[in-house]
C-alpha cells in the first residue's frame, strides 16, 4: 500500500492524508471509550467532527464537552495537532527522528502541503516546525494555566488550558468549556492576550517565522533586532505582504467591529473590556473560530464584514484557512494598477509574476463559486434558514474559521454533509482536490487565432 501511495501524485497524496485521517478519527471517536456519559451523538456526528478537527474548523454537530470524555478529548488534541501541520509533514519529521531517509517525492508533497517555495533545507525547516510549534504551544497552554487552574483546580485546570492552546494556535476554534465558546471570558485579560497571540501564530505562516529566525539569526546589531526597515530588507517578499496584510487586517477588523458594535452588543461593558472584545473577534472571524460574543446578536453589515474577513482568511503555508492574505493582496493591488493604467503588479519594489496573478484569481473565483453553490443548496434543502446566516456558515465552514451563528446544529443532515465537504475542501485546497481528480486539461496547448470578444 506505501509502495502504491507513494506512486500517486503530490495532490493526490495530500488529499487522502486528510481523508484517511478523518476516518481513523471518526472511528476513534465513535468508540464507547471516548464517550462521556451525556454523549448523544451518533456515528455521523462523530464523523463531522473528525473532519471539523482535521480541518481546523471548529463547527459541530454535538459539542465537545458534552460529547466526548477525558480520551475522547485527547484524541481531539491530536485531531487537532494533525490537522494544523498535516499528516505528511508529520510523517517526514517522524523519519527523521529515526534517521530514516525520505525520498525527493515525498519532500516535494510536504513543501507543497506547507505552501514552501522549494525543498532547499528540507530537513532543517522541518524540525524547526516542530520546535516552533511545541515552544509556542506550551508556553500558551502555561500561561492560560495562570487563570485556569485557580479557576477550575489543578488537574481540569491544566488540561483545558492545554486543550485550548492546541486548539488555538492549529487555528481549530474547539474548546472543552460549554456551550458558549469563550464568551464568558471576555472580560479575562490573560485569554484576550494568549489566545490570539496563539492565533496569530499558527496564522501567519511557518515559513514566515522560519524567515525572522533567519533574520535574528544574521542580525548583529540591536538596531537589527528592532528595526522595521532592517528586518522587511532580510524577509522574502512573501513574508512581508503576509505580515503587512495582517496587520492591516487586524488593526482595521478591530475598528471597525468596535465602531458597528459599541452602541450595540457591547453596550455596557468597560471601554478596556470593549477594546479586548474587538480585538479578540478581528483575530480569530479570519481564521479561529472562538467567540467572545454571540454572533447572532451581531448588526447584519458587522456579519457581511465577518464574511469578508473569513473570506481572506490567514496566510499561506500555516494552520489557517481561507483564500490567503497574499492572494488577496494580488488580486487587490491588480486592480489598484488596472485603475491607475499600470501594466504591471509590484509589491515592495519586487514585480509579480503574471502566473501568481492569474492563479490569484482562479483560486478567489474558485471560492466565490464554491461558497455561491453551497449557498443554493442549503436554502433549497432549509428553506427556513435566515439567508445571511446561511451565508456566514457558508463561508465559515470553507474558510475553515468555524465561528458560526449556532445554525450548524439546527441544520438537516444534507446541509451538514455540505458543510462537511465545505470544510473538507477548505482544508486541502479546491486547487489540489480538483488537481487530484484530474478536472484539468491534459491535452497539450495548441496556438488558436486570436478572438475578440466585448467586455465592460
Not at 68 to 78: E, P, T
Not at 91 to 117: G, H, M, P
Not at 246 to 272: P, Q, R
Request: aromatic share 10%; with cysteine; proline share 3%.
Amino acid at each position: 500500500m506505501l509502495h502504491q501511495f507513494n506512486k500517486l501524485s503530490i495532490p493526490l497524496k495530500i488529499s487522502l492524508s486528510f481523508l484517511v485521517t478523518v476516518l481513523i478519527g471518526s472511528g476513534l471517536l465513535s468508540l464507547p471509550i471516548s464517550q462521556a456519559h451525556s454523549s448523544e451523538a451518533v456515528f455521523f456526528d462523530h464523523l463531522f467532527t473528525a473532519i471539523s478537527m482535521v480541518c481546523v474548523t471548529g463547527l459541530y454537530t454535538q459539542p465537545v464537552y458534552l460529547t466526548y470524555n477525558l480520551f475522547g478529548q485527547v484524541v481531539s488534541m491530536i485531531l487537532m495537532s494533525i490537522g494544523g501541520l498535516g499528516i505528511l509533514t508529520i510523517i517526514a519529521y517522524l523519519y527523521y527522528a529515526i534517521n530514516e531517509r525520505v525520498s525527493f517525492s515525498e519532500q516535494v508533497a510536504v513543501t507543497e502541503a506547507l505552501n514552501r517555495e522549494s525543498v532547499e533545507d528540507f530537513k532543517p525547516f522541518i524540525k524547526s516546525v516542530f520546535k516552533f510549534v511545541a515552544m509556542v504551544e506550551v508556553v500558551g497552554a502555561l500561561l492560560l494555566m495562570t487563570y485556569f487552574i485557580p479557576d477550575l483546580g489543578w488537574k481540569k485546570g491544566a488540561f483545558t488550558s492545554a486543550f485550548l492552546s492546541i486548539s488555538a494556535f492549529n487555528n481549530a476554534g474547539f474548546d472543552n468549556l460549554g456551550p458558549t465558546s469563550l464568551i464568558a471570558y471576555s472580560h479575562v485579560t490573560i485569554i484576550n492576550i494568549v489566545i490570539p497571540t496563539l492565533i496569530i501564530f499558527g496564522g501567519l505562516g511557518f515559513s514566515v517565522w522560519n524567515d525572522l529566525k533567519e533574520h535574528f539569526k544574521q542580525a548583529t546589531s540591536w538596531e537589527d533586532y528592532i528595526s522595521p526597515k532592517h528586518l522587511f530588507r532580510r524577509l522574502s517578499l512573501s513574508s512581508k505582504v503576509a505580515i503587512t496584510v495582517t496587520g492591516i487586517l487586524l488593526l482595521s477588523g478591530t475598528v471597525l467591529f468596535y465602531l458597528l458594535e459599541v452602541d450595540h452588543t457591547m453596550v455596557g461593558s468597560a471601554f478596556v473590556d470593549q477594546l479586548k472584545i474587538s480585538f479578540f473577534q478581528s483575530t480569530t472571524m479570519r481564521t479561529a473560530g472562538f467567540a467572545t460574543v454571540n454572533y447572532t446578536k451581531l448588526h447584519t453589515a458587522t456579519l457581511l464584514i465577518c464574511t469578508i474577513f473569513m473570506f481572506i482568511g490567514g496566510s499561506p503555508g500555516g494552520t489557517a484557512g481561507g483564500v490567503k492574505t497574499t492572494t488577496c493582496a494580488i488580486i487587490g493591488k491588480m486592480i489598484l494598477s488596472e485603475m491607475r493604467g499600470e501594466q504591471q503588479v509590484i509589491f515592495f519594489r519586487r514585480l509579480i509574476d503574471k502566473k501568481a496573478v492569474q492563479k490569484s484569481l482562479i483560486i478567489a473565483m474558485t471560492f466565490l463559486a464554491i461558497i455561491v453553490t453551497s449557498i443554493i443548496a442549503i436554502t433549497l434543502l432549509d428553506s427556513w434558514v435566515d439567508l445571511e446566516f446561511v451565508i456566514f456558515e457558508v463561508v465559515s465552514a470553507l474558510a475553515t474559521v468555524g465561528v458560526t451563528a449556532d445554525l450548524t446544529p439546527e441544520l438537516s443532515r444534507m446541509s451538514q454533509t455540505i458543510i462537511m465537504v465545505l470544510m473538507f475542501i477548505g482544508r486541502v485546497g479546491p486547487i489540489t482536490i480538483f488537481t487530484a481528480l484530474k478536472l484539468k486539461k491534459s491535452s497539450p496547448d495548441v496556438q488558436r487565432a486570436t478572438g475578440q470578444i466585448l467586455i465592460g
